[in-house]
């Protein structure tokens, strides 16, 4: 019984530690400590690099060497940017007198995406989480103030996640910017569109019916058709 054990670790071992080649092993390692990246997927993803082109993989390697050298922050919003100043600021046709405040980078991409929003950003970074060791000083929130406090803004959205850590956030930003003359908002939190009433959860329901709106019509709606 205490061989098949051994026989069991060893296959355990040889299966964990069972790359033909160190140079493998370490790509592997790398791309595995890429988010949603498990070893699995690294393998795989090793291999069909090995499969194509030399030029692709030195293409990819270039490409995440120079994006990580060469890559600027906005100075006005802290969005990526080429420019010291991104696009979006740079943009008069914009809205300046409305920031919205995200956490990241990729919910200024989500939101731009809706082609619904007009004004400019603010990315804080992160969010406050004391458990996390995150405090106010390590996000961008002075900057926001300073933003406000210039006085060319007349209302900041806060689009932050819906959670506990989003909430303190949001509550620490409300505190700092209460001496300024700004009106202070947050995304609607509600029913998705698409869902059913009797699935949703209690909290997202909850928020939906506190967080009421006036009716208007919807814009898909052919009224044509109700005559
Ligand atoms: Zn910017």
């Known amino acids: ?19 033909p080649s160190v140079l493998l092993e370490n790509v592997v390692n790398e791309l595995s400590m890429l988010p949603s990246v ?9 291999l069909y690099l090995l499969r194509q082109d030399e030029q692709q ?13 060469q890559v600027h922050y906005c100075s ?46 603010h990315v804080l970074g992160g969010i406050i989480s004391p458990m996390n060791g995150i405090s106010p000083s390590d996000l961008q929130i002075a900057s926001l103030i300073e933003r406000v406090a210039a006085g060319s803004v007349r209302e900041v959205i806060l689009a932050l996640n819906a959670d506990i850590e989003s909430d303190t956030t949001c509550f620490y930003i409300y505190k700092k910017l209460s001496p300024h003359t700004v009106k202070l908002t ?17 909290i997202t329901l909850g928020r939906s019916i506190v967080n009421r709106v006036a009716f208007s019509l919807s814009s898909e709606i052919k009224t044509d058709e109700l005559k």
């Open 38 to 46: 498990g070893r699995k997927t690294a393998l795989r993803l090793a």
């Open 186 to 202: 947050t995304i609607a939190r509600g029913i998705a569109v698409g869902d059913t009433l009797e699935y949703a959860d209690e």
């Open 57 to 69: 993989a030195a293409a990819l390697g270039k490409a995440i060497v120079d994006f990580r050298h």
């Open 76 to 121: 006005e919003c802290h969005n990526i940017s080429d420019t010291d100043r991104c696009a979006i600021c740079s943009d008069s046709r914009r809205d300046h007198t409305t920031v919205c405040v995200v956490e990241h980078i990729g919910d200024v991409m989500a939101i731009e995406n809706t082609q619904q929003y007009r004004g400019v950003y």
């Open 1 to 19: 019984m205490q061989s098949f054990r051994c026989v069991q670790g060893e296959r355990k071992k040889m299966n964990f530690h069972s790359y």
